[in-house]
């Protein structure tokens, strides 16, 4: 069955890092894109960072708002997506969900067809 599983949230000081992870299942990975979304309390769903890849060519997404400061790999073999956060911010505090969808990213939360349950980052000023 397909799964996403996020791991990595926390409690971080402004400044500091975290490293977050989405480990896929039950699906072709390379056939889909990955990407990351967050939803803080009373704001919508929000779409982070996005990556999809082939053999030769990798495109990554990100917004406005991590440009910079958050950096997504993968590890093909594994079946696993990762988000690099640096340079945490209290804006940035917010539960952090793992998505997929066939073909290529999307910022929009309504496209992705699989999803994960979320892992909560909590950044203290």
């Known amino acids: 069955e397909v799964q996403l599983v996020e791991s990595g949230g926390g409690l971080v000081q402004a400044g500091g890092s975290l490293r977050l992870s989405c480990a896929a299942s039950?699906?072709?990975?390379?056939?889909?894109?990955i990407g990351w979304f967050r939803q803080a309390p009373g704001k919508e769903r929000e779409g982070v960072s996005c990556?999809?890849?082939?053999?030769?060519?990798?495109?990554?997404y990100y917004s406005d708002s991590v440009k910079g400061r958050f950096t997504i790999s993968s590890d093909n073999d594994k079946n696993t997506v990762y988000l690099q956060m640096n340079s945490l911010k209290p804006e940035d505090t917010a539960v952090y969900y793992c998505?997929?969808?066939?073909?290529?990213?999307?910022?929009?939360?309504?496209?992705?067809?699989?999803w994960g349950r979320g892992t909560l980052v909590t950044v203290s000023s």
């Open positions: 998505a997929a969808t066939k073909g290529f990213c999307s910022a929009d939360y309504n496209d992705m067809d699989y």
């Open positions: 990556i999809a890849s082939n053999d030769v060519n990798t495109s990554k």
């Open positions: 039950g699906f072709t990975f390379d056939d889909h894109a």
